[in-house]
């Protein structure tokens, strides 16, 4: 099975602007969540996706938005953006959403805002 | 709320030594465990995790974590370490405080084998 996929890997942005990060899911897994990676912050949860509905939200402005379609596929996106965006964009998904699944990673988005 | 954390942010050890990796959680329902590694400019990968089975939990690459209900531990170890587990390994709890399925990270351990 092909594994999760992020697409852009890179992307460089100025202040200001918005962006929008995609990620596809393992076949199957209808979960995806997404957490933000900074040197300063480690890893935090922004927000998890079930069949196309959000369960859960993390701590961030309402800048951060997401949303899943009905293929499970997902997409982040972030408006306005700040200097403090620049991190790295994981993306996880696991097959039935429970508390002991395992989540699956991507490779990430390392977004850099100028 | 689930929490963990991770003592020591940078780990040496000799090639060939004993890695271990500390992980205290804090939860006030039995937790779900996890220890995941990430190589550079890369996402993360699942070690092993704790599902309130076994207490020892073996994982992949000859990594094992033994649950410590009394400690309230976790720690991740490694009989002989290997170049190649120089990495960043991260301990997280599944917080189910406001439903959906959330990982709550520690701050991760830097670990550096040296020959």
């Known amino acids: 099975k092909a594994g999760v996929t992020q697409t852009p890997r890179y992307l460089i942005k100025t202040r200001g602007q918005q962006v929008t990060l995609s990620c596809s899911p393992i076949?199957?897994?209808?979960?995806v969540s997404w957490y933000q990676q900074t040197p300063g912050q480690g890893l935090q949860f922004l927000f998890e996706?079930?069949?196309?509905?959000?369960?859960n939200k993390g701590n961030f402005p309402g800048r951060f938005s997401g949303r899943q379609f009905s293929n499970s596929r997902s997409e982040m996106n972030v408006s306005t953006l700040e200097l403090g965006d620049s991190a790295l964009y994981l993306c996880?998904?696991?097959?039935?959403?429970?508390?002991?699944?395992?989540?699956?990673f991507g490779p990430g988005t390392r977004l850099t805002v100028l | 709320a689930q929490s963990v954390t991770q003592l020591g942010s940078h780990v040496s050890v000799s090639e060939g030594a004993l890695v271990l990796l500390r992980c205290n959680y804090s939860?006030?329902?039995?937790?779900?465990l996890f220890w995941y590694v990430q190589y550079p400019n890369q996402g993360l990968q699942l070690l092993l995790k704790y599902t309130s089975a076994a207490t020892l939990v073996k994982g992949i690459n000859g990594f094992e974590a033994e649950f410590k209900k009394s400690e309230t531990s976790f720690h991740l170890t490694k009989p002989s370490a290997h170049m190649s587990d120089a990495a960043e390994y991260f301990c997280?709890?599944?917080?189910?405080?406001?439903?959906?399925?959330?990982?709550?990270f520690g701050t991760g351990t830097q670990l550096k084998v040296e020959l």
């Open positions: 997280a709890v599944s917080d189910f405080t406001g439903g959906g399925n959330k990982l709550t």
């Open positions: 939860s006030s329902v039995p937790p779900y």
């Open positions: 996880a998904s696991s097959s039935t959403g429970v508390s002991t699944d395992t989540q699956y």
């Open positions: 996706y079930f069949s196309e509905t959000q369960r």
């Open positions: 076949s199957g897994h209808r979960s």
